[in-house]
T-cell receptor
C-alpha cells in the first residue's frame, strides 16, 4: 500500500522564519503535489512536480518554493513565514497522469 | 478548463438513512472521476474512481457512485449511513486526454450524521 509521510502533524513557527515542510512517498511515484486547505476554500494547489528537479507553479505559489532533489521527497519551503500562511498543508503523490492521488495526513501549521 | 461543483456545503442525515452527495463536472473530453473522504485531522482517502466501462462504480466503506455523462454528474451514494461516515467528501476530475497531471477538486461537502 502506498504511504505518503509528512514529517510533522503540527508545527508552530514565528513570522519571518524560514519553514520547511517535508513529504516522502515510498511507491516510486513520478508526480508529487503540495496543497493548502482552508475552510470554505477546499484544496488549493501550491506547487507540483512531475520528476526530480522539475517543478511547476500551481494556483497559489506566492510566498512558497519547493525542492525535489530525490524522487521520493518533495519539500515545501516558506521563505519568510507570515500569519496568512497559517493553514493545513497536504502532500500527495501519484503514479501516472490519470491515476488517483495518495495523500499524507497533513501538517497543521500555525504562524504566530 | 476542467471544473468541479459540489452544490452542497453541508449535508445532515440520520444514522441508518440513505445518502447522496452531488458532484457536477465540466470537462471537454472523457473525464476520470474520483471521490475522496477526509476524516477530521486526516488526509484524503480515495473512496472510488471511474475511468471507463460500467457507469456504476463500487468503492470502499459501502459507497458507490454513478457516472451520468448526459448530466455531467458523478454522485456518491450509500444506502445506510453510519455515524463513522461523518467527514468531508471531495469530488475530483482528471483529464483523460492530453495527460493532465493535475486533478481538479470540488470545495467539498461536510457530512453530519445524527444518532
Amino acid at each position: 500500500d502506498v504511504k505518503v509521510t509528512q514529517s510533522s502533524r503540527y508545527l508552530v513557527k514565528r513570522t519571518g522564519e524560514k519553514v520547511f515542510l517535508e513529504c516522502v512517498q515510498d511507491m516510486d511515484h513520478e508526480n508529487m503535489f503540495w496543497y493548502r486547505q482552508d475552510p470554505g476554500l477546499g484544496l488549493r494547489l501550491i506547487y507540483f512536480s512531475y520528476d526530480v528537479k522539475m517543478k511547476e507553479k500551481g494556483d497559489i505559489p506566492e510566498g512558497y518554493s519547493v525542492s525535489r532533489e530525490k524522487k521520493e521527497r518533495f519539500s515545501l519551503i516558506l521563505e519568510s513565514a507570515s500569519t496568512n500562511q497559517t493553514s493545513m498543508y497536504l502532500c500527495a503523490s501519484k503514479k501516472g497522469s490519470n491515476q488517483p492521488q495518495h495523500f499524507g495526513d497533513g501538517t497543521r501549521l500555525s504562524i504566530l | 478548463a476542467q471544473s468541479v461543483t459540489q452544490p452542497d456545503i453541508h449535508i445532515t442525515v440520520s444514522e441508518g438513512a440513505s445518502l447522496e452527495l452531488r458532484c457536477n463536472y465540466s470537462y471537454g473530453a472523457t473525464p476520470y472521476l474520483f471521490w475522496y473522504v477526509q476524516s477530521p485531522g486526516q488526509g484524503l482517502q480515495l473512496l472510488l474512481k471511474y475511468f471507463s466501462g460500467d457507469t456504476l462504480v463500487q468503492g470502499i466503506k459501502g459507497f458507490e457512485a454513478e457516472f451520468k455523462r448526459s448530466q455531467s454528474s458523478f454522485n456518491l451514494r450509500k444506502p445506510s449511513v453510519h455515524w463513522s461516515d461523518a467527514a468531508e467528501y471531495f469530488c475530483a476530475v482528471g483529464g483523460a486526454s492530453g495527460g493532465s497531471y493535475i486533478p481538479t477538486f470540488g470545495r467539498g461537502t461536510s457530512l453530519i450524521v445524527h444518532p
